[in-house]
T-cell receptor
């Protein structure tokens, strides 16, 4: 049963602390997306990678956010230092480039609360 | 955010009713996605369309590229269909732009 996994599922931290969220894409998928969902803004794309290379991170605040794919089975999203306005659910999704139009498979999300 | 608009924002129906959710957009797209988000928060991709119509069980999605409009239909609705339905546009590359979602509640 192939699925995207994310850890942790929930994270509560204090303002100023570093937060690292991890995502394991579906085996064989070469495109990984990071999304953020808040009540105010809805779903927003933060960044995405293809074949581990960042293709678009224009949605991500550069001063505190960073996204990497150290290998094909792991994507990370870091926030340092975290702020209360970063409180949101962060979703990872993966897709295969096998066809021209590619379905994205979403992970369960990491619910982040920054106090 | 104005690139894609969904209607209605909220929809309440009785079990068994036929439901339509609409998505209008103003930009060129390569594909349109319909997503379902359940109360627990998980997101599932329902359809990916570039033209015509797709059907999966009681769900039907249509798209009219010329009119820049897509609809998601649910036949014989059931309380378990209660969820937020999100329209998303694939614009440049693999980038998705999301609508604000339609909250559907189906009462028994």
């Amino acid at each position: 049963d192939a699925r995207v996994t994310q850890t942790p599922r929930h994270k509560v931290t204090e303002m100023g602390q570093e937060v690292t969220m991890r995502c394991q894409p579906i085996l064989g998928h070469n495109t990984v997306f990071w999304y953020r969902q808040t009540m105010m803004q809805g779903l927003e794309l933060l960044a995405y990678f293809r074949n581990r290379a960042p293709l678009d991170d224009s949605g991500m605040p550069k001063d505190r956010f960073s996204a990497e794919m150290p290998d094909a089975t792991l994507a990370t999203l870091k926030i340092q230092p975290s702020e209360p306005r970063d409180s949101a659910v962060y979703f990872c999704a993966s897709a295969s480039l096998a066809g021209a139009y590619n379905e994205q498979f979403f992970g369960p999300g990491t619910r982040l609360t920054v106090l | 955010k104005n690139e894609v608009e969904q209607s209605p924002q909220n929809l309440t129906a009785q079990e068994g009713e036929f439901i339509t959710i609409n998505c209008s957009y103003s930009v060129g797209i390569s594909a349109l996605h319909w997503l379902q988000q359940h109360p627990g928060g998980g997101i599932v991709s329902l359809f990916m369309l570039s033209s015509g119509k797709k059907k999966h069980g009681r769900l039907i999605a249509t798209i009219n590229i010329q009119e820049k409009h897509s609809s998601l239909h649910i036949t014989a609705s059931h309380p378990r269909d209660s969820a937020v339905y999100i329209c998303a546009l694939r614009t440049s590359g693999s980038r998705l732009t999301f609508g604000e979602g339609t909250q559907l509640t189906v009462n028994p």
